[in-house]
């Protein structure tokens, strides 16, 4: 077992967001390493980038999450 495996989530609520998002691309582009996705929270307006490309392969998130509301 690792660290991380180890860590429980629910020691650290501020990094747990009240809702389970949902992501909607705003904006796209393809670079050396694959498809770079600007995404939104439809419900809370949060942004984040991802990083997707395969098919089928959900998109992984290349950075934090930002809240206007911070
Ligand atoms: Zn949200």
Redesign the pocket.
């Known amino acids: 077992m690792t660290a991380i495996e180890a860590r429980n989530p629910q020691e650290c609520p501020a990094r747990t967001?009240?809702?389970?998002?949902?992501w909607s691309v705003e904006s796209s582009h393809a670079t050396s390493i694959g498809q770079v996705l600007y995404v939104r929270?439809?419900?809370?307006?949060?942004r984040r980038v991802d990083l997707g490309g395969a098919p089928f392969v959900p998109p992984t998130a290349l950075s934090a999450e930002v809240?206007l509301n911070d």
């Open positions: 967001p009240a809702h389970e998002h949902a929270c439809v419900g809370c307006g949060t809240s």
